[in-house]
């Protein structure tokens, strides 16, 4: 607040936090989005600092609490003996679990978005391709055999399977 006042250049803070004291002596810990913006007269004298704060406490809570629950399901997800895969709805891959990386030797970035076909057996390519167009057409259960090239570039069988994910009737993702 000084340094806009001396300088007279604006300053702004987001999600910054500060605890409050109630009279009983309680704290809450809270966040605030803020704007200092130098206050000038007519003549162009600066002579105070527009404050203006707003509570950001919901939303840092809410994305910790996202976050929270991002990790207890990747940690969930993990720790699955199978490979756990979650898409969009047009079928780019966002997430692999563990076991992805560890069977193929792929990297996340090797293997999301369509990185994943990479290791799809080259003959089951268009095999693969027509069982998710039509379950994803349909918003239908997605399931086929295919083959995958393991870290040691052995192929092994194995069966894909997609359940897709509907908010009101539309697909807004797949695990």
């Given at each position: 607040?000084?340094?806009?006042?001396?300088?007279?250049?604006?300053?702004?803070?987001?999600e910054i936090?500060?605890?409050?004291y109630?009279k009983d002596?309680?704290k809450?810990?809270v966040?605030?989005n803020?704007s200092?913006q130098p206050?000038?007269?007519?003549?162009?004298?600066l002579?105070?600092?527009?404050v203006l704060?707003t509570?950001?406490?919901?939303?840092?809570r809410?994305?910790?609490?996202?976050r929270e629950?991002?990790?207890?399901w990747?940690?969930?997800?993990?720790?699955m003996?199978?490979?756990?895969?979650?898409?969009?709805?047009?079928?780019?891959?966002n997430?692999?679990n563990?076991q992805?990386?560890?069977f193929t030797?792929?990297?996340?970035k090797?293997?999301?978005?369509?990185?994943?076909?990479t290791?799809?057996?080259?003959e089951d390519l268009d095999?693969?391709?027509?069982?998710?167009?039509n379950?994803?057409?349909g918003?239908d259960f997605?399931?086929?055999e295919i083959?995958?090239?393991r870290?040691?570039?052995?192929y092994?069988w194995?069966?894909?399977?997609?359940v897709?994910?509907?908010k009101d009737?539309?697909?807004?993702?797949?695990y």
């Amino acid at each position: 607040l000084q340094r806009v006042y001396d300088t007279g250049e604006p300053y702004q803070g987001y999600e910054i936090p500060a605890d409050l004291y109630g009279k009983d002596g309680s704290k809450r810990s809270v966040y605030f989005n803020f704007s200092y913006q130098p206050y000038r007269e007519p003549d162009g004298l600066l002579s105070g600092v527009l404050v203006l704060a707003t509570d950001a406490t919901e939303q840092v809570r809410a994305r910790e609490e996202f976050r929270e629950s991002q990790r207890k399901w990747k940690d969930l997800a993990d720790s699955m003996p199978t490979i756990v895969w979650t898409s969009t709805p047009d079928g780019m891959v966002n997430f692999f679990n563990d076991q992805w990386y560890k069977f193929t030797g792929l990297s996340e970035k090797g293997s999301l978005g369509q990185g994943w076909l990479t290791v799809l057996h080259p003959e089951d390519l268009d095999r693969c391709m027509k069982v998710w167009e039509n379950a994803n057409s349909g918003g239908d259960f997605y399931e086929v055999e295919i083959r995958y090239r393991r870290r040691d570039h052995e192929y092994r069988w194995m069966i894909a399977r997609g359940v897709p994910i509907k908010k009101d009737g539309t697909v807004v993702g797949w695990y």
